[in-house]
C-alpha cells in the first residue's frame, strides 16, 4: 500500500546538476528517516542522503557533503535531492527509501527501511 515515487533522473555532463524528488503515498510521514540511496554495477550499495521528516536533522556520505542536497516538503510527503557539481562517480541506479517512525535525533544508513522506490537512473559522462 505505501509507495514510494522517485522522478528525476538523466544523463548530464559531469559538473552538471540534477535535482530527484521521492513522493510517498500511503502513508503519513512523521520523524521517519526517509531519503537516498545509491548503487553502482558492481559496487555496494551506499546511503547518500537522510532527513529525520519533520525536522532539520540530515545525514550525508562523506563523498557527497557540500554538493548535494536533501529538502522536504511534509505536506506533500516529498523529499528531494539537488545534485550540483556531477562527477562520473555519482553514476549509480539512486534509491528513494523510508524507514518507520524513530525516536532518535539522527539518522543513519545502517537503520532498517522499510519502504523502497523503484530506482531513477543517475549518469554522468566525462
Known amino acids: 500500500q505505501v509507495q514510494l515515487v522517485e522522478s528525476g533522473g538523466g544523463s548530464v555532463q559531469a559538473g552538471g546538476s540534477l535535482r530527484l524528488s521521492c513522493a510517498a503515498s500511503?502513508?503519513?510521514?512523521?520523524?521517519?528517516?526517509m531519503g537516498w540511496f545509491r548503487q553502482a554495477p558492481g559496487k555496494e550499495r551506499e546511503g547518500v542522503a537522510l532527513?529525520?521528516?519533520?525536522?532539520?536533522?540530515?545525514y550525508y556520505a562523506d563523498s557527497v557533503k557540500g554538493r548535494f542536497t536533501i529538502s522536504q516538503d511534509n505536506a506533500k510527503n516529498t523529499v528531494y535531492l539537488q545534485m550540483n557539481s556531477l562527477k562520473p562517480e555519482d553514476t549509480a541506479m539512486y534509491y528513494c527509501?523510508?524507514?518507520?517512525?524513530?525516536?532518535?535525533?539522527?539518522?543513519?544508513?545502517?537503520?532498517?527501511?522499510?519502504?523502497w522506490g523503484q530506482g531513477t537512473q543517475v549518469t554522468v559522462s566525462l
Open positions: 527509501a523510508a524507514s518507520m517512525r524513530r525516536l532518535e535525533p539522527f539518522c543513519s544508513p545502517l537503520y532498517d527501511y522499510n519502504y
Open positions: 500511503g502513508y503519513t510521514y512523521s520523524r521517519n528517516c
Open positions: 532527513a529525520l521528516t519533520g525536522t532539520s536533522i540530515t
